[in-house]
T-cell receptor
Framework: AQTVTQSQPEMSVQEAETVTLSCTYD???????LFWYKQPPSRQMILVIR??????QNATENRFSVNFQKAAKSFSLKISDSQLGDAAMYFC?????????????FGQGTRLTINP | GAVVSQHPSRVICKSGTSVKIECRSL??????MFWYRQFPKQSLMLMAT?????????EQGVEKDKFLINHASLTLSTLTVTSAHPEDSSFYIC??????????????FGPGTRLTVL
């Protein structure tokens, strides 16, 4: 079974600085999807970024980028120019790429605090 | 982007009563919907997967007779908590994957429903 591990329960960063959230996963499959979701205090889960394992290029969405290391099974999220609105729980998630197998496996989450 | 709504956002009920939570995909057709439960400061726990027109698939340890799931249309799934007890109090979240504008590879989440059982 696949597992996702986020080893940082809490992180904090100064506003405007850069922070990196860690995520590792375990799988025997070669093709899959990886996601980062953000859950602010409203508790609405928001997709931040997604990565397809067969793509070597790291995904980027504005200030958010990932460092996808397939061999190391690592998928870290970098937030540049941190803003107060980035404060939230961040969840890393894995999904198999097999048709119909759409369950997400979530990590434990990392609570990110932005210091003004 | 793809929008998923949930209703109600909050519900308080007495022990022993049943509560229905609705999950709707507003701008796409959801072939599959998921129901999660989240305890405070914890991750999401998948309860069940529902496909339109077929019976839901429940995760191990989830009582199917207690948490009834119906996915009668491509835009609506419901979760009914039957004979609710205080230990059922939690935050319930649905998500949807589907056709149309939404990516078929990505789950889009509803805003959640906070259930309190007195």
């Amino acid at each position: 079974a696949q597992t996702v591990t986020q080893s940082q329960p809490e992180m904090s960063v100064q506003e405007a600085e850069t922070v990196t959230l860690s995520c590792t996963y375990d799988t025997s499959e070669s093709d899959y999807y990886l996601f980062w979701y953000k859950q602010p205090p409203s508790r609405q889960m928001i997709l931040v970024i997604r990565q397809e394992a067969y793509k070597q290029q790291n995904a980027t969405e504005n200030r958010f980028s990932v460092n996808f290391q397939k061999a190391a099974k690592s998928f870290s999220l970098k937030i540049s120019d941190s803003q107060l609105g980035d404060a939230a729980m961040y969840f890393c998630a894995y999904r198999r790429s097999i048709q119909g197998a759409q369950k997400l496996v979530f990590g434990q989450g990392t609570r990110l605090t932005i210091n003004p | 982007g793809a929008v998923v709504s949930q209703h109600p956002s909050r519900v308080i009920c007495k022990s022993g009563t049943s509560v229905k939570i609705e999950c709707r995909s507003l701008d796409f057709q959801a072939t599959t919907m998921f129901w999660y439960r989240q305890f405070p400061k914890q991750s999401l726990m998948l309860m069940a997967t529902s496909n339109e027109g077929s019976k839901a698939t429940y995760e191990q340890g989830v009582e199917k007779d207690k948490f009834l799931i119906n996915h009668a249309s491509l835009t609506l799934s419901t979760l009914t908590v039957t004979s609710a007890h205080p230990e059922d109090s939690s935050f319930y979240i649905c998500s949807a994957v589907g056709l149309g504008r939404a990516s078929t590879d990505t789950q889009y989440f509803g805003p959640g429903t906070r259930l309190t059982v007195l």
